[in-house]
């Protein structure tokens, strides 16, 4: 039964991660389309509502995907330590196909995705120093900070892009599966 068990996570963890790695390609696809066609307010209130949709849709997939787990493989053999191996596989698998597109994207499809996304923040903060009562100072400052880290990315190659992404991501998902880890190892009741 142990064999069996360990055995199926991986099968189980790549089926969820083809699902969150399918819906990080579409977000992001949908932030290439944002960043290179809508420079106002609307893009930055369309980036958020994507991060909050983001958030609450890939905690969805860590949540159905470990439930299936438990319910089909697991059974009475729950841990913290068997949820977590198969969140983390999950988040491996989904970040293993979300750099693969991110690659090839920034290789065939849209080399300049970062110089769109910097020349988009560049126009919201231009836009924000002409409204009534934004500090100029507390802009430049916030300006520069983004100023820095686009500097960082616009020199990386994308093949050093999508490793970065790989364990970015992979990591972030680990500490997101620590948490929900907790909640999930629970025994399933009969």
């Not at 913290?80 to 979300?98: K, Q």
């Amino acid at each position: 039964m142990e064999g069996k068990s360990e055995g199926n996570v991986f099968s189980y963890a790549m089926e969820a991660g083809l699902y969150l790695g399918g819906w990080f390609i579409l977000r992001d696809s949908i932030e290439m389309f944002v960043y290179s066609n809508v420079v106002s307010f609307v893009g930055l209130c369309l980036l958020a509502l994507l991060s909050l949709v983001s958030m609450l849709l890939t905690l969805y997939i860590v949540v159905k995907g470990t439930d299936i787990y438990k319910r089909e493989v697991l059974k009475e053999n729950v841990s913290y330590f068997r949820v977590l191996n198969y969140g983390f596989y999950l988040f491996f698998f989904a970040s293993m196909l979300y750099s693969v597109f991110l690659f090839f994207c920034l290789i065939l499809f849209n080399p300049d995705f970062l110089a769109d996304q910097k020349s988009f923040y560049d126009a919201v903060f231009s836009q924000m120093k002409t409204m009534e009562g934004a500090s100029p100072e507390m802009l430049d400052s916030l300006k520069s900070v983004y100023d820095k880290g686009f500097e960082g990315l616009l020199t990386q190659s994308p093949k050093d892009l999508a490793m970065n992404t790989l364990f970015g991501e992979t990591t972030y998902g680990l500490f997101l599966c620590l948490v929900t880890s907790i909640f999930l190892n629970k025994k399933i009741s009969k």
